[in-house]
């Protein structure tokens, strides 16, 4: 990409007790196959869990698949950790079923953006692009 | 058809003359719109299809008759002339109370069956105030921890005159016993309960990912299950073996019906493995298909997957009782097939998916709501998909006749075709030493995710067209109403589990939970235990303990 920045690092987290991980497999692939480096946390996590591993991986954002109606208490619950341990910088979005009159609510709550059922896989990659920055680096 | 060789002989060389003059000819002027037609599962379709086309073609062997071996044409030799299809609606969320006055509200408006969805704590073993549970207490489902949730639940609505169906799998046994506690409870003994347990783990570590222990002792309680009805529940369906879950997360219609009928066999095979006839218990195993879009496809997959049941369980097993034979089943429209974008058009693919399931002779059908996409549904749009199966059933006519599509040269070859490829799948599955093996190695796993992400990219190549999403689009309408769970069924579900625990007998829990661990650690069958425990007030989440203790956790990998 002609920067001296490193490559992108993003986890990929399923929260929570739902196991609906098709969607959260086929973005962490498609990120992947777009050059990017992807961790995928696997299924069943707790948002301390969550915001442990994207501190070890050292990643550069973090994107939260839920399709269990549990958004308004996980997006939350990771921003404040993540704050709580100094890592702000980590953006945080994500997709899933979530009804349209939250978008705003969890946008208020520090949420970088959201992707709704039907977004191509390129779309969020190029908001990946075009929003997150290597950690660290000179933005 | 069973045609003649002259017959065919002649059907070829019209054939052959149509292909050289009147197709070629058309071609010239307007080409074919694409290079390849293919079904939703891949197989490459010809422009037309006649007798000559299908491989088999042996109408007795391979059609016959309802009722009658191999049961292509249905599982009943009257089906929807005799008696409809149940109309089951999927339904619960929020509080044992919500989802109860929801049941009543469809019992009103003509559902024939309750269909029980539960919250997600409750499908893994854990109570409303475990730290797993934060933020989950209702939201996919009705929350349920103890008996006395069981008993709000299901109050007012006697257990003897419906029949009831529960999606639970990794504590299906803690379900049933404490719906034999309700209703024993209500006067109504076990022996007289209809209904269906989903009670299949197989596709859980395969698709739906709800699980508590690994996948030996899971499904060893499965057949735990199995056992236990087959002596006390005659009219209960165990198992509810389930492509559904396996098709939602991704996998085609021929996956779908190779891996679902290979869980099939590995429960068979486990009972058997245990010493019991199979015909003491292979009729009350019962089978749950998706309903996708590629209608005749849809409609093939049930007609085939009736035939390979029939023939597997005569051969494999020596089953000699019909009823061991027939594979009945429920259905549900696809769920992942419906969009965000323009939800009222979901109406139209619910009607379409229903008709498939209909014209395949399901027995039962839930039709998926519009609004899914965003929440569970309102009242308002579960209305509406009750309403397109009555409209189905009452007014469509399809009903008046058995298994109208049979003979249909494109829906027989289809069968044949769906029958053949699945069974490759099989033969497979069997080298491999059978299903759980091949769970174990994540072989079924990693064909599904392939093919959800070639779906993905067929769509975002706008090779696959899905209407107002890559086509068709228009500017968005006004939001619809959706479904809000209250959030405070959490705090109330955690207080009615305080006061369970504070007003039980906590010796006659310990005991009746060291009899749990014992069969666990035996290899007893533990359903009697179970229900000594939840008529103690033991909880989901305590029982679920014991089992974490004796077998262990089961953990995703994360693989991608």
New interface residues.
């Given amino acids: 990409m002609g920067t001296v920045n490193r490559q992108l690092r993003i986890l990929?987290a399923k929260p929570?007790?739902?196991?609906?991980?098709?969607g959260?497999?086929?973005i962490?692939?498609?990120l992947r196959d777009a050059g990017i480096e992807?961790v995928?946390?696997?299924?069943?996590q707790?948002p301390e869990m969550i915001v442990a591993t994207a501190i070890q991986e050292d990643v550069d954002a973090v994107g939260l698949s839920i399709l269990?109606?549990?958004h308004?208490?996980?997006f939350p619950?990771v921003i404040e950790l993540l704050a709580a341990q100094k890592a702000s910088d980590i953006k945080v979005f994500g997709g899933g079923?979530i009804?349209?009159?939250d978008v705003p609510k969890l946008k208020a709550k520090g949420v970088a953006e959201l992707f709704?059922?039907?977004t191509?896989?390129?779309t969020t990659v190029e908001w990946i692009r075009a929003n997150v920055k290597p950690r660290g680096a000179a933005a | 058809m069973s045609f003649s060789t002259e017959d065919l002989a002649a059907v070829l060389k019209e054939r052959s003359s149509w292909t050289a003059e009147e197709l070629t000819q058309a071609l010239v002027r307007l080409p074919r719109r694409k290079k390849e037609f293919h079904t939703d599962s891949g197989i490459p379709i010809p422009d037309v299809v006649d007798a000559t086309t299908r491989r088999s073609a042996n109408e007795l062997r391979d059609v016959g008759y309802p009722g009658r071996f191999p049961f292509t044409r249905g599982p009943q030799p009257t089906m929807y002339r005799g008696r409809l299809w149940t109309m089951r609606q999927f339904a619960g969320f929020g509080s044992p109370e919500d989802t109860n006055k929801r049941f009543k509200y469809l019992l009103e408006h003509g559902v024939t069956g309750l269909s029980t969805a539960f919250d997600m704590p409750a499908l893994m073993g854990y109570d409303a105030d475990h730290s797993m549970s934060r933020g989950e207490v209702g939201k996919e489902g009705v929350a349920v921890s103890s008996l006395r949730d069981f008993e709000l639940l299901f109050d007012g609505i006697p257990l003897a005159d419906v029949t009831t169906s529960m999606t639970i799998n990794a504590t299906a046994p803690i379900a049933l016993a404490m719906y034999v506690a309700v209703a024993e409870a209500q006067g109504t003994p076990r022996a007289k309960l209809g209904g269906t347990l989903q009670n299949d783990m197989l596709k859980e570590y395969i698709a739906q990912k709800e699980w508590m222990v690994p996948p030996g002792p899971a499904v060893k309680m499965n057949c735990d299950v199995i056992e236990f009805c087959a002596r006390e529940m005659p009219r209960w369906n165990p198992v509810s073996v389930s492509g559904y879950h396996i098709r939602e997360a991704g996998a085609t219609a021929v996956q779908e019906l190779a891996f679902t009928i290979a869980d099939g066999l590995a429960y068979v095979q486990e009972c058997v493995g245990r010493g019991l006839d199979v015909d003491s218990f292979a009729q009350r195993l019962s089978f749950f298909w998706d309903v996708h879009n590629d209608f005749f496809e849809e409609v093939a997959k049930f007609r085939a997957a009736r035939r390979m049941w029939a023939r597997l369980m005569r051969d494999r097993f020596k089953a000699r009782k019909t009823e061991s034979l027939l594979l009945r089943t429920h259905a549900q429209t696809a769920g992942v097939s419906l969009t965000a974008q323009q939800p009222l058009n979901n109406v139209v693919r619910v009607a379409l998916q229903g008709l498939a399931a209909v014209l395949g002779g399901t027995q039962s059908l839930h039709t998926n709501s519009l609004d899914e996409t965003y929440a569970l549904p309102t009242e308002q749009a579960v209305t509406v998909a009750l309403r397109t199966q009555q409209i189905i059933a009452h007014e469509s006519g399809v009903d008046r006749v058995i298994d109208p599509l049979a003979g249909s040269h494109y829906v027989e070859w289809l069968t044949d075709e769906m029958e053949t490829r699945a069974m490759e799948l099989i033969t497979k599955i069997d080298e491999m030493g059978g299903m759980l093996k091949a769970v174990e190695n994540g072989f079924p796993q990693r064909e599904i995710a392939e093919s959800a992400f070639r779906w993905q990219r067929e769509v975002e190549t706008e090779e696959r067209l899905v209407v107002g999403v890559n086509a068709f689009q228009s500017a968005e309408g006004a939001p619809i109403a959706t479904l809000k769970v209250d959030e405070d069924v959490q705090a109330a579900q955690i207080e009615r589990l305080r006061l369970v625990k504070a007003s039980r007998d906590g010796a006659a829990v310990a005991r009746a939970l060291a009899g749990v661990e014992r069969a666990a650690r035996d290899g007893a069958n533990v359903m009697l235990p179970i229900i000594a425990a939840v008529k103690a007030y033991g909880t989901l989440g305590e029982i679920s303990d014991v089992f974490r203790k004796v077998f262990g956790v089961y953990r995703d990998d994360g693989r991608f």
Avoid: E, F, N, W
Avoid at chain 1, 16 to 22: I, V
Avoid at chain 1, 40 to 44: C, K, N, P, V
């Fill in positions: 990929v929570g007790l739902d196991g609906h991980d098709r959260a497999k086929i962490a692939r498609a992807v995928y946390t696997g299924l069943h707790t269990s109606g549990a308004m208490t996980i619950a079923i009804p349209q009159d709704l059922p039907g191509s896989t390129q």
